[in-house]
């Protein structure tokens, strides 16, 4: 069985965009202006950035001519008045302290159409996509975090009658769970919703550091950088992207290599070993080196009492687990599998408060990135049920790799392959030597 990668015929396609006027979209009736606290998880380094989402829609004959960008735009309006801290602004105070001005100002919002259809995108929707830089929102001089719009959103029309919905939201606000929830409700209001079937909930002081604090876990994810010989780093124009779908069959062929004591283990943390282990195959790192996994890991379930429903703030952790590459790429796949479970099944309550405390401890410090593999999951929570009255996404999901730190993130998705079959995309980013390394060490486990 050969992997499932994208060969990305569609990377060479060109097409010509036409954007209207960006406008400020405020929310649709008055909201407090105040000022709001983020909580120490939400501020930190690592999370000062904009995440960007992409998802397809095609043409629906029940919605006629109706423009999609319109009836975007005017539920957009509505939803920012429960999400009204979205609206506003961040402040930088002393010590690097963020708060969320709520001015009201309202998020960026541009309408455009492009002169291409659906079905020249190819028949399978991978990323990376064609022409990412005229589909994602991005208006010049609105690139950072501080004072900028919080939320940016593109609504562009194709001339099948599809359209395609891109998306930045700054993680600093919320998480992907968060933002799938605030994109979700969106949804709901373009289909007619007078407010949200779950209303947000701020509540940032539930994450923040104890006093005194107390850190009472290692967290190698916040190691200080020792830069060294060892230490593995690519750079941006290295690169190539692939994504790599696996379904049932490419998932029962690597469960042949769990051992009985481990059946126990997820389609995630399979999946997480594999690729681990292939990567650092791939990238044939000095034997003595320690390679690094992170997992981002939605800790909203590890609470007594439970963090609420409609919480959309971050309350993810990213903990860290160590081997030598001669380990990873000798041993069996359990070795990595191994050390999979043990650092998911770390995250507690206690855990987070102890990452909690650690910013503050710290000064609120960016994870470590060198010699690391950091996994992303947003598989599960949701993106590709928004519907905004043209059905749910035929593609919904990450666009493209981190090009801030390339090659070290892998991003899981939910798609169906050419057959209909459920499954998960990963976005993988290799040099192009460790890239062929790589499927190659991936077909040996999946034949």
């Not at 940016?152 to 606000?173: D, K, N, P, Y």
């Not at 790429?329 to 070795?335: F, I």
């Not at 999901?397 to 090009?403: A, H, I, R, V």
């Not at 730190?405 to 995309?425: A, K, L, Q, R």
Request: charged share 20%.
């Amino acid at each position: 069985m050969e992997p499932t990668a994208s060969s990305f015929p569609n990377l060479s396609l060109t097409f010509v965009v036409k954007r209207h006027a960006p406008e400020l979209i405020a929310p649709a009736t008055p909201t407090p202006q105040e000022v709001k606290l983020l909580s120490d998880i939400d501020d930190q380094a690592g999370l000062r950035y904009m995440i960007p989402t992409i998802q397809f829609y095609p043409s629906n004959p029940k919605m006629g001519n109706t423009n999609p960008a319109g009836v975007i735009r005017d539920a957009l309006a509505k939803l920012l008045v429960f999400y009204y801290p979205l609206a506003g602004r961040l402040k930088e105070s002393p010590g690097r302290k963020l708060t969320v001005d709520c001015t009201g100002e309202g998020a960026l919002f541009i309408e455009a159409e492009a002169d291409v259809t659906l079905e020249q995108f190819g028949e399978t929707l991978l990323p990376p996509f064609p022409c990412m830089e005229k589909l994602l929102c991005d208006v010049p001089g609105f690139d950072g975090i501080v004072g900028s719009p919080l939320v940016q959103i593109q609504v562009t029309r194709l001339l099948c009658g599809a359209f395609i919905f891109t998306s930045r939201v700054c993680h600093a606000m919320c998480d992907g769970t968060g933002y799938a929830q605030f994109l979700m409700a969106l949804g709901e209001m373009a289909q007619g919703a007078v407010a949200p079937s779950v209303l947000p909930v701020w509540q940032r002081e539930l994450l923040n550091a104890r006093d005194p604090p107390c850190i009472t876990f290692p967290h190698h994810e916040y190691d200080d950088v020792v830069d060294t010989k060892l230490n593995h780093k690519i750079t941006v124009d290295e690169i190539v992207d692939k994504s790599f779908f696996f379904g049932p069959a490419e998932m029962s062929a690597l469960y042949r290599f769990v051992p009985e004591n481990l059946k126990t283990c997820t389609t995630f943390e399979v999946l997480t070993a594999c690729l681990w282990r292939c990567r650092t195959i791939a990238l044939q790192p000095d034997p003595e080196q320690d390679a690094r996994l992170m997992i981002f890991v939605n800790a909203r379930g590890k609470f007594n009492p439970p963090i609420p429903i409609g919480y959309y703030g971050n309350c993810i952790v990213l903990p860290c687990v160590i081997s030598k590459a001669r380990d990873l790429c000798e041993k069996p796949l359990h070795h990595a599998l191994n050390l999979v479970m043990k650092v998911k099944s770390s995250v507690t309550e206690e855990y987070v408060r102890s990452t909690t405390d650690l910013m503050v401890v710290k000064g609120r410090p960016h994870y470590r990135t060198d010699s690391t593999y950091i996994i992303s999951n947003i598989a599960r929570i949701g993106l590709n049920k928004v519907n905004f009255g043209w059905g749910e996404a035929i593609y919904a999901g990450f666009p493209k790799q981190d090009q801030d730190v390339p090659g070290v993130f892998s991003e899981y998705m939910s798609s169906t392959n050419d057959n209909g079959e459920s499954g998960i995309i990963a976005i993988i980013g290799l040099p192009i030597l460790a890239m062929e390394k790589f499927v190659k060490e991936l077909n040996i486990m999946l034949k």
